[in-house]
């Protein structure tokens, strides 16, 4: 079985990333950007040059543009390409603790807590100790339906394992005003799951290469980039996610609740909007995405059916 890493960075590498680079059992590609250091070296895994992403898909490249963590698209195709069987996806700022990849449950017929609660959308955060948080991409408008009913342990082979994430959790900008404080999640949950449509990040998942082909990080939509891939993919795929303990520790980026705020607020706006049109199975790309968007997608969707028809 083949395992890749994709990242992307504007950063030299940094502790985490040489880090995944020494993980034998793994495979490391980083993204760069214009912003990323010349200079940029791995012992084991391969540097995406901007210039190799242009050569590598043009089209694609001019539709997403630069300086954006969309940019990792590229590194989905690369990894495809090579052969993976699973990707996991990560951010430079997320130290792997000695757990991290060991516990992988995708394919696996695995034991889980299946989450029984009132609404339709369900955030993974609440189920733990700490659940006066709530997930960066979760409807402002469901935080009150959060409620759960029920639990039962279920046997499932998960599509997506979306593992924690100690000290810096992934909530969005108003959560992060309201409750400044850096956590660590104990209580004995993992792993669980919930047939409902629930965010996922960018940051520490991980995914069977079979959906691929549905899961993009639309540009032109801010931090929702992959929230709204992860909606999306589930509304299409019909996939099962499961929540994994934390095998990071976040030392968060440097970000300001201002660019935070302004970034998010597309989805502070539309975010209960994106899942109701789900959830009526009124869902169109157009309502959400520009016209540039939508046809970076396809073009993306197009070059992974290549890839897969001359493996």
């Not at 590498?13 to 070296?41: C, F, Q, R």
């Not at 209960?272 to 959400?288: A, R």
Request: include cysteine; hydrophobic fraction near 35%.
């Amino acid at each position: 079985m083949k395992k890749f890493i994709v990242t992307t960075t504007i950063n030299p590498p940094t502790k985490a990333i040489l880090k995944y680079d020494y993980m034998k059992d793994w495979n490391l590609i980083v993204v760069g950007d214009l912003k990323t250091p010349k200079n940029y070296k791995l012992k084991r895994g391969i540097y995406f040059s901007p210039s190799e992403q242009t050569l590598y898909n043009k089209e694609l490249s001019n539709l997403i543009g630069f300086n954006c963590i969309e940019r990792r698209n590229f590194g989905f195709l690369l990894a495809n390409e090579l052969g993976a069987d699973i990707i996991a996806t990560i951010d430079d700022d997320n130290i792997p603790k000695k757990n991290w990849g060991k516990n992988l449950l995708i394919n696996e017929k695995s034991k889980v807590s299946k989450i029984f609660h009132k609404d339709n959308v369900f955030d993974p955060i609440y189920v733990s100790e700490h659940n006066h948080l709530w997930h960066r991409g979760f409807p402002l408008d469901r935080i009150d339906n959060r409620e759960i009913k029920n639990k039962k342990k279920i046997y499932i082979k998960p599509d997506v394992q979306a593992d924690f994430w100690d000290n810096d959790p992934d909530i969005d900008c108003i959560c992060r005003v309201m409750y400044q404080e850096k956590v660590k999640f104990k209580k004995k949950i993992y792993p669980f799951y919930s047939n409902k449509l629930s965010p996922f990040n960018t940051q520490n998942t991980f995914f069977n290469t079979k959906i691929l082909e549905n899961y993009y990080l639309f540009p032109g939509v801010g931090r929702m980039h992959d929230i709204w891939a992860s909606y999306y993919v589930q509304y299409i795929n019909k996939i099962k996610v499961v929540y994994n303990a934390p095998s990071v520790i976040q030392k968060r980026n440097i970000h300001t609740i201002k660019k935070d705020m302004h970034d998010e607020f597309i989805g502070l706006k539309k975010n209960n909007l994106f899942v109701t049109h789900m959830i009526n199975n009124k869902f169109q790309l157009k309502d959400f995405f520009n016209k540039k968007s939508i046809k970076s997608f396809e073009i993306y969707k197009n070059h992974i059916k290549k890839i897969n028809e001359k493996k």
